[in-house]
């Protein structure tokens, strides 16, 4: 891993191929539900009156651009990563709406399966917009991430994800994506009200950018290949640190 900045303060960019963590939190609701188990104790009450969850998704990623503007990052197919499952072992999206979010989960480590993605995000936005081929490298669609504005240390980029998300395809046609788990997971708590209005409101932000088709849907990203020589990142035995306190950073392997 290579270093970037604690979130107080200018960045320190990140250059092409080095290796950083994408990671998501873990929504913790306040007295409905079952806090997810398995990562450090969660952190601070966050605004609204509810603790930051622990995290529970990690993906080590690799560095494509970084600019004042624009995270790119390349997640190469077979990268070991973490993700949640429920407690006995049953998948996440194997589990009924009604209880996928309200039974015990644990953080497991996997391996992403499947063809690889390039994330893009850009400061302040609360959403980021990933790229899907086959394995061939045929394009099939973008994949619009509504999520928090990701919070940037020495390591990667931290974010909370918030269910509701938008599938847009090369034709230009666009849908909405996953509002059933937005609608439950309101339900559940994890969710309030005001959260949600702002995640609406940010579904109809992308939707108008879609709609003007600004960047990135845009530029040439599809066509986009990841260097030959650039390494699979490793996952790290202290993915979960927090921020602030991290190992000495690595170097980047030789080329």
């Known amino acids: 891993m290579t270093t970037g900045t604690n979130g107080a303060g200018p ?7 080095d290796h950083v963590l994408w990671r998501y939190r873990a929504h913790h609701p306040t007295g409905v539900g079952v806090p997810v188990v398995g990562d450090p104790a969660a ?19 690799t560095v494509v651009e970084d600019t004042p503007e624009r995270l790119v990052v390349w997640l190469a197919p077979g990268t070991e990563c973490v993700k949640p499952e429920l407690l006995d072992g049953t998948p996440i999206h194997s589990e009924p709406l009604v209880t996928r979010y309200t039974k015990p989960r644990a953080a497991v480590r996997t391996s992403w399966s499947g063809a690889g993605v390039l994330k893009l995000a850009c400061p302040d936005e609360p959403w980021s917009v990933w790229l899907f081929w086959d394995r061939h490298w045929r394009f099939k669609n973008w994949y619009v991430n509504l999520e928090e504005p990701r919070r940037r240390w020495a390591g990667g980029v931290d ?3 918030h269910f509701l998300d938008i599938v847009v ?10 509002e059933d788990e937005f609608a439950q997971a309101q339900q559940a708590g994890l969710l309030d009200a005001e959260q949600a209005a702002r ?16 960047r990135p849907f845009c530029e040439e990203w599809t066509g986009w290949r990841p260097e030959p020589e650039w390494s699979i990142p490793e996952l790290p035995a202290d ?17």
Do not use: K, N
């Open 199 to 214: 995640v609406h409101a940010a579904g109809r932000a992308a939707v108008r950018l879609i709609s003007r088709w600004g």
């Open 159 to 161: 974010s909370e994800d």
């Open 43 to 61: 952190g601070p009450p966050a605004a609204g009156g509810r603790a930051a969850g622990a995290f529970h998704i990690c993906r080590p990623v």
């Open 169 to 178: 395809y090369p034709d230009r046609r666009w849908e909405w994506r996953d």
């Open 239 to 255: 993915w979960d640190r927090q921020g602030g306190a991290r190992r000495t950073p690595q170097p980047r392997p030789a080329s």
């Open 11 to 17: 960045a320190h960019r990140w250059r092409p191929g």
